[in-house]
T-cell receptor, first 114, second 114 residues
Framework: AQSVSQHNHHVILSEAASLELGCNYS??????LFWYVQYPGQHLQLLLK??????LVKGIKGFEAEFIKSKFSFNLRKPSVQWSDTAEYFC????????????FGKGTSLLVTP | DTGVSQDPRHKITKRGQNVTFRCDPI?????LYWYRQTLGQGPEFLTY????????KSRLLSDRFSAERPKGSFSTLEIQRTEQGDSAMYLC????????????FGPGTRLTVL
């Protein structure tokens, strides 16, 4: 079955630590990839997206993600996290043949401690 | 606030009752989406409209669920004969133009079925 897997459900980091959140998908063919973030008490909002071109994409607030087609992965990274990065992070995939629907992973809850 | 709005924000109902939720997308956004999110899960796609036409429906959308978008503006999602398993956060999102454009999410309607 087609799916999106986020490996870490809960991550706790100290400020200034580096972050990498894993995302793997099982769709074949063309995919469009997204990372969304939900800060406490706020709406889901887009962090970054990949459609084509450079597989290393940069998003808001210093986040970046790398699309590795051979590994079916789209991992999110940030070199140095801040307390304000505490949030829920969701990877989402649109399979090119499935219209406009986004298929989300279960999410990773990130807690950054001072 | 010119973002996506949803009403009500919270709804508590008894099993077997009908409920209706409303979503007002960002003005001029031609695409509107409904997702459902349960605890510990990412959002799950339910259905999608382009203007007033309902173009995609998930298998999750049973016969008890119906969505409309008259005149291509606001949308309603009705659940008939609610069941406890319908308890979830119902999210609405809207976007304009191609898939590469961001889906903007609303705050959601939290449904509790007793």
């Amino acid at each position: 079955a087609q799916s999106v897997s986020q490996h870490n459900h809960h991550v706790i980091l100290s400020e200034a630590a580096s972050l990498e959140l894993g995302c793997n998908y099982s769709y074949g063919g063309t995919v469009n990839l997204f990372w969304y973030v939900q800060y406490p008490g706020q709406h889901l909002q887009l962090l970054l997206k990949y459609f084509s071109g450079d597989p290393l994409v940069k998003g808001i607030k210093g986040f970046e993600a790398e699309f590795i087609k051979s590994k079916f992965s789209f991992n999110l990274r940030k070199p140095s996290v801040q307390w304000s990065d505490t949030a829920e992070y969701f990877c989402a995939v649109n399979a090119g043949h499935s219209g406009y629907a986004l298929n989300f992973g279960k999410g990773t809850s990130l807690l950054v401690t001072p | 606030d010119t973002g996506v709005s949803q009403d009500p924000r919270h709804k508590i109902t008894k099993r077997g009752q009908n409920v209706t939720f409303r979503c007002d997308p960002i003005s001029e956004h031609n695409r509107l989406y409904w997702y459902r999110q349960t605890l510990g899960q990412g959002p799950e796609f339910l259905t999608y409209f382009q203007n007033e036409a309902q173009l995609e429906k998930s298998r999750l959308l049973s016969d008890r669920f119906s969505a409309e978008r008259p005149k291509g503006s606001f949308s309603t999602l009705e659940i008939q004969r609610t069941e406890q398993g319908d308890s979830a956060m119902y999210l609405c999102a809207s976007s304009l133009g191609p898939l590469s454009n961001e889906q903007f999410f609303g705050p959601g309607t939290r449904l509790t079925v007793l």
